[in-house]
């Protein structure tokens, strides 16, 4: 939350961030964050998610970012 807060780059965020457990708090709204190696194991349909946006650089073939459909995801990005 602190690296969001105050990024080197953008500067102060002026909005509210907080941490609640394992997820984010951005001016009320819940984000969720997940560290998962694989990402067939990420429950992306529970979380209403429609679109992922697969920016590791490990997922960069159609086969391999497949693995996010297996978790729910409709499409991959």
């Given at each position: 939350?602190?690296?969001l807060?105050?990024?080197?780059?953008?500067?102060?965020?002026?909005?509210?961030?907080?941490?609640e457990?394992?997820?984010?708090?951005?001016?009320?709204?819940t984000?969720?964050f997940?560290t998962?190696?694989?990402?067939?194991?990420?429950?992306?349909?529970?979380t209403?998610?429609?679109?992922?946006?697969?920016?590791t650089?490990?997922?960069?073939?159609?086969?391999?970012?497949?693995?996010?459909?297996?978790?729910g995801?409709?499409?991959?990005?």
């Amino acid at each position: 939350a602190y690296m969001l807060k105050y990024d080197s780059t953008h500067g102060i965020f002026n909005g509210e961030i907080k941490q609640e457990g394992n997820d984010l708090v951005i001016n009320g709204k819940t984000v969720k964050f997940y560290t998962e190696r694989d990402p067939a194991a990420i429950p992306w349909k529970e979380t209403g998610a429609d679109y992922v946006v697969e920016s590791t650089g490990v997922f960069t073939t159609t086969d391999k970012a497949k693995a996010h459909l297996q978790g729910g995801a409709k499409k991959v990005i």
